[in-house]
């Protein structure tokens, strides 16, 4: 039965992260406890900035945004990945397998979109203090993020629309844990052109401008924090960038080591270590860098903690 535009494959198979059966339990019982601190801990993190007016500034409600991003991005690909660790075959339905794909891209293409704004936000507030309330109003702040999602989905609907067009004829195996879309593209039949162009341009728009865009801004508060005579206030100025960068660094860095590799069958499997970082382990780490060392979020917690206790 035909399944979509010209697909004749109504199913895949997923190779998974090892084809090494001592390793299945091991590796479920790893993933789930760090996607059972991905949801708490952003869940936690949307829930005290909600819930602490203190916290109602432009820097948490972009951080309240990569929170619910971040959620959204490992559910749609670690649940899944749980259930092919303790199943016999990891088969997935062709829509599925598209609708994995749209939500993966999605929520990707987002994070690099708020990372940027959370990086224009403090290049303001360091460059530009006095008109910081000016520069990031309500309204400044509800736009970028609207910016970002609408750049977001309609990027992805762009990659699945083209994925769609495609023909997979016999070969329906693909060498990853998830719907990636550059090992998908491989089981196509029919000419990928159109295909990665899109995913170039996208790729473009997406990742290398974003990625040019918090350089730059990071470049001109650097400037700023050298001009500043104090040095307490050049670590305090710099110590209001630094979540922000590990932040940055983690996503970027393991989004760069996936890309900028050769494209091969090794690489490939290199590949599926690399993506476990940024679909896993960042939206992990997300909520720890900006609680653990983030007075306000502590504060904040305290605060909920005694009120609960009353």
Request: glycine residues 4%; proline residues 4%; positive net charge.
């Amino acid at each position: 039965m035909a399944i979509g535009n010209g697909s004749f494959v109504s199913e895949f198979i997923l190779v998974g992260l090892t084809d090494n059966p001592d390793l299945q339990l091991p590796l479920f019982f790893l993933f789930l406890a760090m996607y059972m601190v991905t949801v708490f801990g952003n869940l936690g993190l949307i829930t005290l900035i909600g819930l602490n007016s203190h916290l109602h500034t432009p820097m948490y409600f972009f951080l309240l945004n990569l929170s619910f991003i971040d959620l959204c991005y490992s559910s749609v690909i670690t649940p899944k990945m749980l259930i092919n660790f303790i199943s016999r075959k990891n088969i997935i339905s062709y829509i599925s397998c598209m609708i994995q794909l749209y939500f993966f891209c999605s929520f990707g293409i987002s994070e690099c979109h708020v990372l940027t704004s959370m990086a224009y936000d403090r290049y303001v507030a360091i460059t530009n203090p006095l008109l910081y309330n000016i520069a990031m109003s309500p309204k400044v702040c509800c736009n970028l993020m609207f910016g970002s999602y609408l750049m977001a989905f309609s990027s992805s609907m762009a990659d699945t629309v083209c994925m769609q067009r495609l023909t997979f004829c016999d070969s329906n195996t693909i060498n990853h844990y998830f719907c990636y879309i550059l090992p998908v593209l491989q089981l196509s039949c029919t000419s990928t052109f159109v295909n990665e162009l899109v995913v170039y341009i996208v790729s473009v728009i997406s990742i290398i401008i974003p990625s040019l865009t918090i350089f730059i801004s990071y470049g001109f508060i650097l400037c700023s924090i050298l001009r500043i005579n104090s040095i307490e206030g050049k670590f305090k100025a710099f110590s209001t960038c630094s979540s922000h960068i590990m932040a940055v660094s983690l996503f970027f860095g393991s989004c760069a080591f996936m890309y900028l590799q050769p494209s091969s069958a090794r690489s490939m499997n290199e590949g599926k270590i690399s993506s476990v970082f940024y679909t896993t382990v960042v939206p992990m780490m997300n909520p720890l860098i900006y609680s653990l060392r983030n007075k306000d979020v502590i504060l904040a917690l305290r605060k909920t903690l005694k009120r609960r206790m009353i």
